[in-house]
């Protein structure tokens, strides 16, 4: 089944606030888990992290320079993703908590 293109757009929202696949598949339950995973835009931030840890665990054992240096540099880009979405999440955060201070 295809996803229709303002759910996917409703999916991908809900990932940049921190929602993971499986809690999406659960909301939008008419299509597959794996359906999502496949279609979404980006990885969830528990995605993001577990493949982070995946990439330093291989780190220690990588032997040739060019291969440590790749596995530095997909970390390093999942963790400036992490980082865009924290700050425009604490941002959403400080500008609901001035409106509810009130």
Do not use: C, P
Not at 15 to 26: D, M, P, Q, V
Not at 39 to 52: A, E, L, M, P, T
Not at 65 to 73: A, F, G, I, P
């Amino acid at each position: 089944m295809t996803i229709k293109s303002h759910e996917l757009k409703d999916m991908n929202d809900l990932l940049s606030k921190g929602k993971t696949i499986a809690e999406i598949a659960r909301k939008y339950s008419q299509y597959d888990y794996w359906e999502i995973y496949w279609k979404v835009n980006d990885r969830s931030f528990r995605g993001k992290k577990y493949v982070i840890t995946g990439r330093l665990k291989k780190l220690v054992t990588a032997q040739a320079k060019h291969d440590r240096e790749k596995l530095v540099e997909e970390a390093q880009t999942l963790l400036n993703e992490l980082y865009k979405s924290l700050k425009t999440n604490s941002k959403k955060l400080i500008d609901i908590d001035r409106v509810m201070r009130r």
